[in-house]
Structure formats: C-alpha cells, structure tokens
C-alpha cells in the first residue's frame, strides 16, 4: 500500500475521531433515566470517574439487578468527546445479554481531567481501580480503536480480571502505518490546540457550551449519525457539555504518547487462552490490505479461541451495521 493512501485513510479516520490508586470511594449520587441506565460517578485517585450502567437495574436503580450476568465493559476511542453518547445504541442493544458497563476515562465525556501522564500503564491502572470501585471482579472488554492498544495490554497486566475480548476495529502495530500515523499525530494535536484556543475565546465553559447548544454544526458538535437511533434531548444535553470540554489538556496527552503507547503492542499477541472476538471495518480492509493481516497476526487461530470477521461499514461500524455487530458479537458469546 502506498504510503500517500495511507495517509488519505488514516486521516479520514482521525478526523472523525476529532468531529465527534488509593482512596476509592463510592458516589452518593446516581441519576437514572427510563431507559434502563444508571449514570454515576466514582472516585479514583481523588478525582471524579463518569460511569454509565446498561441492563437491568435494582429497585434503588444504581447497581445491576443479576450480578451473575457477564459484566461487558466498554472502553473509547481516541478523543471522542463523549463515549458515553457513541457507545450508547450499541451498549442498549447488547443489555439484554450483557450488564454494560461503559467507562468514560480521564478527559473524556463528564469525567475530570487529569495531570497524570497518558501511558498505558496509568490508564489501565485507573480502569482497574474503576472497576474495583464498582465491584466487577471479571469482566468481558470491549475497546475500540485506541482502546484496543490499551486492553491489549490490559489482559496481560489484570489477566484475572478479563473473560472474554471483543475488539471492534482496534488500533494494530503496522510498520507500513507508521509515517502515516506520526503525521496524524501532529494533525490531531494541532486540531486540539486549536479548539482549545477556541473556547479560551469564551468567558467561560457554559458560555461555550451555551454556544454550541445554539449552532451545534458551526463548531462540528452534531452527534453521532446512527443508522436507526434517536438520541434523546437528555442526550443532546450530555454531548454538548461533553464536546465543550473535550480536545482538553489531558486528551492533548494523550495524543502526544500515542506513538510510545503503540509501540507498547508490537510483536505483541493475544493470550491463547483467551476468547477473542476482533471485529473490523469492510471500508478499512479494502482502504489497507495490511489492516486486516496486522489483525490477524494478533491471533491465534490454530487456538480454536480467537476469530476475526469483517463487518461492512466504516471505522465506527456501528453507526450503519449495528445488526450485524451485535449478531457477530452474540454469536460469538453463545460459543463460550
């Protein structure tokens, strides 16, 4: 593949990512909404965590009624402003099957920021205490793009804490990407700065936000365009508070550490005993030929534990083949 296109791609996908310890305590406060979810807060090293709840709730509301369903814990990708609003459909979809767990890191959607540095030792590291906090002892992990670098990684330092993976379009270790990638880097921290710049211009965040309420388009701030699915204005509300905080200086970190954190996974393969589900984009596959084989080379095939399908759709497939993520995905957990 040329290294000119691959450029072309990763740009395409980077620019969509861009438009869209100790003392642990649980919160005292956590606000439900109709449709079956729980949206609260945990305290991980002395700042506030944003966790959402999908499934069937106890009568107060604030914890999974069947504690012995498999937990499915999700996990974002780079820079979306809100993970808790992209994931939404596809974690409603997957609730009557899974208790959903969908875990907005430091940075992202309502969550605080952080000055703790970016590597993938300290963001699984919050995770794992995230995950203490709320009393999931296993859990199955679903990542998405950069997120999969850090799960990855996630299996191998918390091996107890992960019975199954799923891996929809996760970010790979190529050599043939790396120019590319380095190049977006740049873009992306480029484009943060600058809308950090932005809202610096406002006199202050609600200002902002009051801002991209009005003319969500002018500022790139129309949710996510899933095929089937109507957000709620409940919904529209966390986006816009969610997306005038982001592109913040602990995602700016994060980019800057993207390329040591990819290189944390080179050569690096997924445990043989763990069942995997890789999920990847049609549009991709034919885009980069190597995006499907630096999947495969995470695998291990002959295991009889891991499988790799293409889903048609692009990077965030689940935007216009939801059905067929979720009948993949469902598949896949009967055989386990």
């Not at 009568?59 to 999700?74: H, R």
């Not at 969908?102 to 992202?108: D, K, L, Q, S, V």
């Not at 048609?312 to 216009?320: A, K, L, M």
């Amino acid at each position: 593949m040329k290294s000119s296109v691959l450029k072309r791609i990763v740009c395409m996908a980077i620019t969509a990512l861009i438009l869209i310890n100790s003392n642990l305590t649980l919160p005292v406060q956590a606000d439900t909404n109709e449709s079956s979810s729980a949206s609260k807060f945990v305290t991980v090293g002395n700042k506030e965590m944003h966790i959402v709840l999908y499934g069937d709730l106890d009568q107060n509301g604030v914890a999974f009624a069947d504690q012995s369903k498999e937990t499915l814990v999700m996990l974002p990708a780079l820079a979306v402003p809100s993970p808790n609003i992209y994931f939404k459909p596809l974690a409603e979809e997957l609730d009557t099957e899974y208790n959903v767990v969908i875990i907005e890191p430091f940075g992202y959607g309502l969550s605080d920021m952080t000055e703790t540095a970016r590597t993938v030792e300290n963001i699984n590291s919050e995770v794992y205490d995230a995950l203490e906090v709320l009393g999931i002892d296993t859990c199955t992990l679903l990542v998405h793009s950069i997120s999969g670098v850090y799960g990855l990684n996630f299996v191998y330092a918390y091996p107890e804490k992960v019975n199954a993976f799923i891996a929809i379009d996760n970010t790979v270790y190529d050599e043939e990407l790396s120019e590319a990638l380095e190049m977006e880097q740049e873009y992306m921290l480029q484009a943060a700065e600058e809308f950090d710049q932005l809202r610096n211009t406002f006199d202050s965040i609600e200002e902002f936000e009051a801002a991209i309420a009005s003319d969500p388009q002018k500022y790139g701030a129309e949710l996510p365009d899933v095929i089937g699915y109507t957000y709620s204005e409940e919904d529209r509300e966390e986006y816009y508070e969610a997306y005038a905080n982001s592109s913040n200086q602990t995602i700016q970190n994060e980019i800057l550490n993207m390329d040591e954190n990819l290189e944390s996974i080179k050569e690096v393969r997924f445990p043989n005993v763990l069942p995997v589900l890789t999920l990847i984009s049609s549009e991709n596959v034919q885009a980069m030929p190597a995006w499907e084989t630096a999947h495969q080379d995470q695998l291990d095939f002959n295991s009889g534990n891991h499988e790799l399908h293409i889903i048609v759709g692009n990077h965030y497939v689940w935007y216009t083949n939801i059905n067929g993520v979720v009948q993949s995905i469902l598949e896949w957990k009967n055989k386990y």
